[in-house]
């Protein structure tokens, strides 16, 4: 990472541009060329409509009552949804007064701003103490906490006047700047004590240096303080990549990837504007193996591969890809339109701001990225081929399970045919105390139990850094892949194990517009008699026959093969209705299989295909 010295005489000497901090000079012709472009003729109208709403409705309260769920019976969304609402109303009203001057509620943003400046804590309760105890022994008062949401409604004020520049009342400019200082700048630079984000691994560090470091640079005028906070935010992104390996892989999922990449990116290319160029984050290989990384695990938008808390379908930021296509050539993910307001539900300021004002319609559209991705780093692999006029895909993961935002789900893979991905990874589960607390691993979405893994002799995976998934062979050829991974060490010594390998095998017809998987899981236990059962998850019901189980989707479907004298097959329903924004049913297929003597080999053919148009 840069060090203090070249930071301090890049800051110091800077002749900048103030109209350029976001990249883009912001000029009124780039403003009306975006309200008047196609591509973001509904964002815009969403804008306006959110913009009135906020003038006839009163601001979203926060009591005490909906603060405290958290602590009294673990769940967020009660208070979350109102903090969240208060946030999208900020940024519609600001993108409002910036784009449709004649349209602008000032007064209304002004009293939003003022509520928000108001607020007991910027914090999310979640990320409080969980007790009264700890509250009384923290050593931050609640007010003071810089959590990640602290440190974006930092930046989204900070952003809010950096767009509407005199046009707000100066007695509101003044409180923003004083609650910055107080909620923010003070508790981050004033001690020598540092918060959890500053030396994790994970998107903590880089959204909240990122957003903390964007608001820096635009509301700090003294050079050699900015010099120095700049200095110590370095250290906290340097920590986040630190979290990638050199494959670029982003074990915490795609959507993390979007969220804590996409601040890297909104930071260093701010930074490198108000040095004029001097200061550049988006250099090296490392940098460049990360931005790949969408393009590898994006299929037929709007899916991913999702492995991890990553949501399937993830919110495309199309100006951060457009940006690091234009900089350094970043290869880009299937994009065919711009986002709306509401499909993100924290209402990221700078995701808004920069799909406004950074997005190339050119990249509209484009053909989906194919090809075999091998990320040896994180033990991961996903191969694209386009059959027939659409995507098939297949993709498998090892690992440790104490990656963040883990998953037990060492070996578990996913199939996409005909454009639709049948075989799934359920992804995030519903983000509450128990999800983040002991019992995440009683939770289907990360226990192994929710993913395409075996239950053992009555042994799920384990959870620690030691349980781990070895990738040992790997042979990538232009039709065929074959993986082959340990899974000995992913369970515990009860499973009674002494070698446990999956292989997968996977080949493409491209003549009959097919795609084959055979998956081998090959046992040798210390013991005879044993007993498990081979899970398989999707969202579509199966239809299960004498030694074949059937998949179907809209555009595609799959059919398993299975050896049905050695296994019985059932089917169980899980329904998912603790999660309020994702609830859906989710079918569970397990194949039991009992007496299974000391070494046991069980082969699945899986035949993927399009539907008949």
Known sequence: MISLNRIRSAILSAEYERDRLLGVRLTDERKKSIVQSEIFARLVEDIRLESARARQEPIPALPFSKFHLFVKQGTRAEYQKAYYERRGRLLALALAAWLLPEEAALETLEDLIWAICEEHSWALPAHLPWSYEQLVESRVPMAQTVDLFAAETAHALAETLYLLEDRLNPWVVHRVKEELERRVFGPVFSSAYTFRWEWRTSNWASVCAGAIGMAALLMVEDGERLAGMIGRLTGAIACFLEGFGEDGCCTEGFSYWEYGFGYYVY???????????????????KIAAIARFPAAVALTSPQSVNFSDSVEQPFLSTGLHSRLYERIQAPLPEMTRTARFHENATYRFPQMVRNLIWTDPTHLNRPITTGTYLFSDADWVVDKRMLGGTLFAFAAKGGHNDEPHNHNDLGHFLLHAGGETLLVDLGQGAYTRDYFGEKRYEQVHASSEGHAVPVINGCVQGTGKSYRGIALETDIRERTLAVKLDLTEAYPVEAGLNVFCRT??????????????????????????????????????????????????????????????????????????????????????????????????????????????
Request: include cysteine; hydrophobic fraction near 40%; aromatic fraction near 10%.
């Open 504 to 613: 997968f095998q996977w080949a493409c017809e491209p003549e009959r517009g097919e795609a084959e998987l055979t998956l081998t899981d090959a046992f040798v236990f210390r013991e005879s008699d044993n007993r498990l059962s081979e899970t398989f998850i999707s969202l579509a019901a199966p239809i299960i026959g004498k030694g074949c189980i059937a998949w179907e989707g809209r555009q595609g479907k799959v059919v398993m093969y299975y050896e049905a004298n050695l296994l019985t097959a059932k089917h169980e329903v899980l329904r998912n209705d603790a999660n309020p924004v994702r609830t859906r049913v989710v079918h569970r297929v397990r194949l039991h299989a009992v007496k299974v003597p000391e070494q046991a080999v069980f082969v699945f053919r899986f035949r993927c295909m399009s539907k008949p148009s």
């Open 267 to 285: 930071f260093a290319e701010m930074l490198r504007a108000y040095t004029g160029g001097g200061l550049d984050l988006l250099q090296g290989d």
